[in-house]
């Protein structure tokens, strides 16, 4: 993947079995044709498409760790949507070009939406997005977890159960998982789709029937910024399903990643 360097200074580039801070590579491969990059979840880390990079070996499969969290956690976490696409678009920009799929769940749906239109608007675009557990950009709801005290933000979190039990329990993983998922909560909560930001490849949409933060027609709503295509498919469990589904998900994934190597 490339990108215009009259919009964007080029970086050195990223060896194709390499890790930045951004970038984190589980199964390395040089000898990959296509591509998978993973946008985790308000509070999540790269390592939680730990099975997904499992799934596909041969491919080059990207996670993404936003700073804040992990081995970043020491770093401020970036509360703006837009500045964070900035970021993870720069990045990806140093990567070799192959073909490319974005894969963005809850918050990282948008961040996903946003980078891949930057990339498009570079000449450089993914061959195909696919968004889950979050509702199109172009609907909106007044939602303030990043305000709540603590215990709301884990009220929040385990209703949307996309936290192990063990990890709830544990007060010291708490506290550092905290500011991480409330800086995530602050910039997706802030988020207003910017009018005629649309894509011209291919976008999928996932959801679950049973999504407290999400419905159905919500999920639709991604069809009115793709240009290029759209899909949809829905599955009777709540937001988490890309673990409860994960052979159905990966399923679609593989079908994505076919479609832009033909």
């Known amino acids: 993947m490339t990108t215009s360097t009259e919009s ?5 580039p990223i060896p194709d079995d390499g890790t930045t801070p951004w970038i984190r590579r589980y199964h390395p491969t040089r000898s990959a044709t296509r591509r998978l990059v993973c946008f985790p979840h308000a509070g999540g880390s790269a390592s939680y498409f730990h099975p997904v990079s499992a799934r596909f070996p041969d491919d080059d499969v990207v996670a993404l760790q ?4 992990q ?6 976490c970036v509360t703006d949507i837009d500045e964070l696409a900035d970021l993870i678009a720069a990045e990806l920009s140093r ?14 749906a948008t961040l996903a939406f946003e980078t891949a239109w930057r990339l498009e608007r570079d000449g450089a675009g993914p061959g195909a997005v696919v968004v889950s557990g979050r509702r199109g950009p172009t609907t909106s709801r007044d939602e303030a977890v990043h ?3 603590d215990d709301g933000v884990l009220a929040e979190i385990t209703l949307l159960d996309g936290t192990d039990s063990a990890v709830l329990a544990d007060d010291e993983v708490l506290r550092m998982s905290l500011p991480a998922i409330r800086g995530d909560y602050t910039a997706i909560e802030g988020y207003r789709w910017t009018p005629g930001r649309t894509l011209s490849c291919p976008l999928v949409s996932l959801t679950g029937d049973a999504d407290p933060r ?3 027609e919500e999920a639709a709503a991604w069809s009115e910024v793709a240009t290029g295509g759209f899909r949809s498919r829905v599955f009777p ?3 988490f399903f890309i673990a409860a589904q994960a052979a159905a998900v990966q399923a679609e994934l593989a079908r994505e990643l076919d479609g832009v190597a033909r």
């Open 66 to 69: 936003y700073p804040g969290r």
């Open 214 to 216: 999400t419905t159905v």
């Open 147 to 149: 305000e709540l005290d």
């Open 71 to 76: 081995d970043r956690r020491h770093e401020p």
């Open 237 to 239: 469990v709540g937001h």
């Open 95 to 108: 990567l070799s070009s192959l073909p490319t799929v974005f894969f963005g769940h809850s918050m990282g």
């Open 8 to 12: 964007r200074p080029a970086g050195d």
